[in-house]
C-alpha cells in the first residue's frame, strides 16, 4: 500500500474522529434551561420517558412568559449542563429583587427499570456553587445536574410583569434564562395542612398525581396517601392543590368550569358519564395538566 494511500486514510480517520469529537464537546456545551415542572430532566438533560408527549410535533413547553396566581407557589426544573470538571455557580436573578420568594433545590435520581428519575429534593443556598461528576453521588455519564427552583407570589403583589434570571457562571462566562412573569389577577385561597393527594410511584408520569386528585375532586374517589416529605411527589400534589382551591372558590359545583376543559382535551363530549371511567388526554404528556391550569387562571380574568 502506497504512502500516498496511507496519508488519504489518516486524513479519513482524523475527520471521523474530528465529527465524534465535535459530537461529545456539543453534548457537553455549558447550558441553562428552565422546564416546567411536569417534564422531570434525567442526569443526561432528557425528559424522562414517562413525561414525554406521544406525539412527535409535541415538545416540552417553552417557560418564557409564564403567569403566576398570587398566594401561592409555581414550581419549575433548572437543568444546569456543564463540561466534566468544570466548577459552576448557578444564581437566581430578579428586577426588582426580591419582588418574587426563590427557594431552590438540588434533585437527587432513582433508578427505575433503568432509567434515572429525579424524586429528592435537597434545599441549596445561593449562590450554589459545585461540579461533575458528583462524588457523592456519581451516575456514570452524568451531564446535567437539575434544581428545583419554587417560587412564591405574595397574595398583596401588584398585577405586573417581573423578571427572574437563572444564571450559570462557568468558565469565566455567564448564561442567563430570561423570564418574564405575569403576575396574574387569581389569587389562590389558603391550603388546609391535608387533602386531595395521589399515592404517585417514583417511576409513574408527573401528571399521576394531578389525575388522582382529579378524580377525587370530581368524583369523591378516595385520596390516597401523601407521597413522603422532601420528594419531587409531594411538591407536585401541593401545586395540584392549589389548582382546585382556585377551581372551588370559583365553581358552584365541582366541575362546572373543569370538566368541560378536560372533555375538550379529550376530545370527549359525555360530562355525566366521566366519572364512571375517567379519561384524561393520552397524547399530549405531563404537560397537558398546564392547559388546564391555563384555563382555571383564564376564567379568573
Known amino acids: 500500500m502506497g504512502p500516498g494511500i ?6 479519513a480517520l482524523a475527520a471521523v474522529l474530528l465529527v465524534s469529537c465535535g459530537g461529545a464537546a456539543r453534548a457537553q456545551v455549558a ?3 428552565v422546564y416546567s415542572a411536569l417534564q422531570r430532566i434525567n442526569p443526561f438533560g432528557e425528559v424522562v420517558p414517562a413525561d414525554r408527549a406521544g406525539r412527535a410535533d409535541i415538545g416540552p413547553r417553552e417557560i418564557l412568559s409564564p403567569g403566576f396566581a398570587r398566594n ?3 414550581s419549575y426544573h433548572v437543568a444546569v449542563t456543564v463540561p466534566p470538571g468544570a466548577r459552576f455557580s448557578l444564581h437566581v ?3 426588582p429583587e426580591g419582588f418574587l420568594g426563590v427557594t431552590v433545590y438540588k434533585e437527587t435520581f432513582l433508578q427505575r427499570g433503568g432509567e434515572w428519575i429525579p424524586d429528592g429534593l435537597e434545599r441549596v443556598d445561593l449562590p450554589y456553587t459545585s461540579s461533575l461528576p458528583d462524588v457523592a453521588r456519581a451516575i456514570p455519564g452524568q451531564t446535567t445536574v437539575v434544581f428545583l427552583m419554587e417560587l412564591w407570589t405574595p397574595r398583596s403583589a401588584a ?3 417581573t423578571k427572574v434570571e437563572p444564571q450559570l457562571h462557568v468558565n469565566e462566562r455567564w448564561i442567563t434564562y430570561p423570564m418574564e412573569v405575569r403576575i396574574l389577577p387569581a389569587v389562590v385561597p389558603d391550603l388546609p395542612e391535608t387533602g386531595l393527594m395521589g399515592t404517585a410511584g417514583v417511576g409513574d408520569p408527573a401528571d399521576f398525581e394531578a389525575r388522582a386528585a382529579l378524580r377525587t375532586y370530581l368524583c ?5 396517601d401523601p407521597a413522603a416529605p422532601g420528594t419531587l411527589r409531594r411538591l407536585l400534589a401541593r401545586d395540584v392543590r ?3 382551591a382556585l377551581a372551588r372558590s370559583l365553581e358552584k359545583t365541582p366541575g362546572s368550569i373543569l370538566l368541560p376543559e378536560i372533555l375538550k382535551l379529550t376530545g370527549s363530549t359525555d360530562s355525566a358519564k366521566w366519572c364512571q371511567a375517567p379519561v384524561f388526554p393520552r397524547d399530549l404528556g405531563s404537560e397537558w395538566y398546564l392547559r388546564l391550569r391555563d384555563a382555571l387562571y383564564r ?3
Open 72 to 74: 401561592a407557589f409555581a
Open 159 to 161: 398585577i405586573v410583569r
Open 6 to 11: 496511507n496519508r488519504a486514510r489518516a486524513v
Open 31 to 33: 447550558s441553562v434551561r
Open 299 to 301: 376564567m379568573v380574568n
Open 220 to 224: 369523591n374517589s378516595p385520596p390516597g
Open 93 to 95: 436573578g430578579q428586577n
Open 242 to 244: 392549589q389548582d382546585l
